[in-house]
């Protein structure tokens, strides 16, 4: 194995706004400070280092000829990597407080708890299905309100002339609306902003993402998302349902909302990450049932981001969840149709019934089909490559809230005049039948009894244009009109996602695919004289949605399920199967999904399925950060103070070691305690002198630790005076004593599995005679999962 050179450096980032962590820039690349600590072997404790850079241009001795042809180490850089994003104490810390509550606690009581978790899943699929019922109803009746206003207006100045008033007044009345959706975002809580899938993958992954599923963030994602869909923007609302039953189930869960300090004093059990995070995973998926009606599809969404901490019945719990909320959705929506009872409203989105005869497939389309997979990969590629760059523009030119609101309210504008001109200039006219299915026709210029087609398409909501893209007949559209269409809303789509406002991309991408894919059906059906009858297009509408949406966020298994369930009809599988992952190959060649640019961008340490490829050469020994900081099992209090009021470092996890007895060595792993639970043990004044001299002290349990979480204090705001530094504090009864831990020649591979199979924060790197030799967290396997091509588009994204 060729020899590493390993340059170990310290940062650390400004904080705005005081908290640990918060006001980070996006791409870090502003440190501030840069230390490099080495072993101190008097105080009985090491210091971590994070890894910086590896030095890939070692020399080559006479026994490394043989390795000539291997692939080289993978490149790493902490500057890709943002500090102010910490993993998930997703393992359980079995140290004896834990231990003798579980072991005190009846069958009984494990039941309860069982029926506890039904109860809290069933709470978290109402109220998401409450929360979905609210923005549609608003959304359709705002939405409803402007188009009657703009219609009336324009239908007023056709004729005297003076459409340049309807104009402004579209455009005025969109940039109002935006501008209220973005003022509440970018001053009031910026984590609101986009459709909040980035954020939950992350959090389903591991991460715990500052703000995500506070109370405050999903009012301003409710009030946010009505106003951007309302106001015109090629968005959606169903991707930010995801988002808000993420933070239903953060909330509703724990029992309490410490944004309002009130405490229900109920679900006392479920406030640590490992419960928390399992409720979260049902949230999201009761989001995507609620959005789409698809209960099966919301399983497995959080399969596919969460798969490391599944077992038969969460999965159940889950599904549980996702059906209790399309229910409470189609319920109440019942109600508002004034049709109670009638649950055929399974969705925020509703693709109609594909059970017509007209609508089938043959097996010579299959090819036609993958061929539609394969542009829509094409495209979804250039959609992510735009808006990557635009990001990039934005965090460089328009990072204040007063731009970002300017920058939403010109998106708007822009989006209404580009709609008005579409219209204004196009001579597409229809016959408006008896049965038309259009809320808001046009009439225009056309004459009697027609309306303009175009108008179908821009002066709509969009989830009513991508069912009438699906639904209408054939003839509704000519092919001019979808060209133009597809082009105009695919850049405006582009330009729209990355605003600071709550929105979706699961629509317009719909919507974009659904146009040229009618387009597709059109142009085929032409070719032949009886080619109508198989080149159905609303059929190729739907196979050219699925193959947009693949082609943009690369999701296959779950998004199946998700369009075969909003659909209606399961015929369909194979195709939207075949077409997404054609969509998702021809995509992964050229550039990553959009979630996962957007995370990439934001420096989190994400974690994938599997290791990189190349890093079988690799072992924990060059991953892992080395030398760690350590605490003996009786450390002194003063001690563990000065380590946590390191700035510079800032560590979550320190092994606790022991010394053998008469023995020189150096001491041996016996446990390893977390920062949080130092910060109690220190709030407490749990020290054992002062144990000693108190007849009667309270023993510290779990709910000490429970009443602090998630929020636990800083050191900083933690008095501890001159005379208690001197005592000390013992660490055996807090700590958890079976950690795990690996060989110091462990592959890469392996201890990829282990993290992101087990959901671990730390994992100890241990030699021979089990002495503590490194530590590897999420941001070690992260920095090495970039590799050379994340390195250089990020450095590039940096600089």
């Known amino acids: 194995m060729a020899n590493i050179t390993k340059k170990v450096s310290w940062s650390s980032r400004a904080d705005d706004s005081g908290a640990a962590g918060e006001g980070t820039p996006l791409l870090n690349g502003s440190e501030k400070s840069k230390h490099s600590r080495q072993q101190s072997g008097s105080s009985g404790a090491s210091n971590v280092g994070r890894l910086s850079t590896v030095d890939l241009e070692e020399e080559i001795t006479s026994e490394e000829e043989s390795f000539r042809g291997r692939p080289k180490e993978i490149p790493h850089n902490e500057k890709l990597l943002s500090l102010k994003y910490e993993s998930l104490d997703y393992d359980n810390s079995e140290n004896q407080l834990f231990l003798e509550e579980e072991r005190r606690m009846s069958y009984m009581s494990f039941r309860c708890l069982e029926i506890s978790r039904w109860v809290v899943c069933g709470l978290i699929g109402f109220l998401t299905g409450l929360i979905a019922c609210f923005i549609d109803i608003s959304v359709e009746q705002l939405a409803g309100i402007k188009y009657q206003v703009v219609k009336r207006n324009i239908e007023q100045f056709t004729d005297a002339g003076g459409l340049s008033i309807s104009l402004i007044l579209w455009a005025v009345l969109n940039s109002a609306f935006v501008m209220v959706g973005a003022i509440i975002v970018a001053f009031f809580e910026p984590i609101a902003a986009g459709s909040g899938i980035p954020q939950i993958k992350c959090y389903l992954n591991g991460v715990k993402i500052p703000r995500v599923v506070r109370l405050k963030t999903l009012l301003i994602k409710v009030a946010g998302v009505i106003c951007s869909v309302v106001g015109g923007l090629a968005v959606g609302k169903e991707g930010p349902m995801i988002h808000s039953g993420a933070v239903v189930a953060a909330g509703v869960s724990q029992g309490r909302s410490t944004t309002l300090k009130k405490d229900l004093k109920i679900f006392e059990y479920f406030r640590r990450d490992t419960e928390k995070r399992d409720f979260v995973s049902a949230g999201a998926a009761a989001g995507v049932s609620a959005a789409f009606g698809a209960p099966v599809g919301g399983v497995l969404f959080s399969l596919e981001e969460g798969a490391s901490f599944w077992n038969q019945m969460l999965t159940w719990r889950i599904f549980f969840a996702s059906m209790v909320s399309t229910f409470t959705l189609n319920f109440f929506l019942s109600i508002y149709h004034s049709n109670p009872g009638d649950l055929s409203n399974p969705g925020l989105i509703n693709f109609g019934r594909f059970d017509s005869d007209s609508v089938t497939y043959n097996l010579y389309e299959i090819p036609l089909f993958i061929a539609m997979g394969a542009i829509g990969g094409l495209l979804g590629a250039l959609f992510n490559v735009l808006n990557y760059w635009l990001t990039i523009f934005r965090i460089r030119y328009v990072h204040r809230p007063c731009l970002q609101v300017m920058e939403a309210m010109l998106v708007a504008a822009v989006t209404a005049t580009v709609s008005f001109t579409m219209i204004y200039f196009s001579n597409d006219c229809q016959p408006l039948g008896p049965d038309h299915t259009e809320e808001y026709p046009l009439q225009l210029f056309c004459a009697d009894g027609e309306y303009n087609s175009m108008a179908t398409a821009f002066f709509n909501t969009p989830e009513r244009s991508v069912r009438s893209l699906f639904h209408n007949q054939p003839g509704t559209y000519n092919p001019l009109t979808l060209g133009l269409f597809t082009i105009t809303y695919f850049f405006l789509a582009c330009w729209t996602y990355g605003l600071a406002v709550s929105a979706g991309v699961f629509i317009p991408s719909l919507l974009i695919g659904a146009a040229w894919g009618r387009l597709c059906g059109i142009l085929l059906a032409s070719t032949t004289s009886g080619g109508s009858v198989w080149a159905d297009p609303g059929k190729y509408a739907l196979i050219g949605a699925a193959a947009q949406l693949g082609g943009i966020v690369r999701m296959t298994l779950s998004l199946t399920v998700i369009m075969v369930e909003a659909t209606g009809n399961v015929t369909y599988g194979l195709p939207i199967m075949l077409v997404l992952m054609t969509a998702k190959i021809v995509g992964d060649y050229f550039v990553e999904g959009l979630y996962d640019i957007h995370i990439k ?97 309270r023993k510290l349990q779990l709910k000490d630790f429970r009443d602090a979480y998630p929020r636990f204090p800083p050191i900083q705001s933690i008095h501890v005076s001159q005379d208690e530094k001197e005592c000390m504090m013992d660490l055996s009864e807090f700590m958890n004593p079976t950690p795990y831990t690996v060989p110091q020649e462990t592959s890469l591979p392996r201890v990829f599995k282990l993290v992101r199979a087990l959901g671990l924060r730390h994992l100890v790197v241990v030699d021979d005679e089990n002495r503590v030799v490194g530590l590897v967290t999420r941001k070690d ?8 091509h994340g390195l250089e588009e990020l450095q590039l994204a940096q600089t």
């Open 781 to 788: 396997l992260a920095r090495y999962h970039l590799g050379k």
């Open 601 to 697: 961008l934001q420096s989190v340490p994400f974690l994938h399925w599997e290791a990189p490829a190349t890093s079988h050469w690799l072992t924990a020994r060059e991953v892992m950060s080395s030398p760690v900081t350590c605490l003996r099992k009786i450390e002194k209090v003063g001690h563990i103070v000065e380590i946590l009021s390191n700035t510079s470092s800032n560590h979550n996890g320190f092994p606790v070691v022991v010394q053998v007895p008469g023995s020189d060595k150096p001491p041996k792993l016996c446990g390893l305690i977390l920062r949080s639970q130092l910060i109690v043990l220190l709030k407490h004044k749990v020290f054992v002198e002062l144990a000693r001299s108190r007849l009667h002290t």
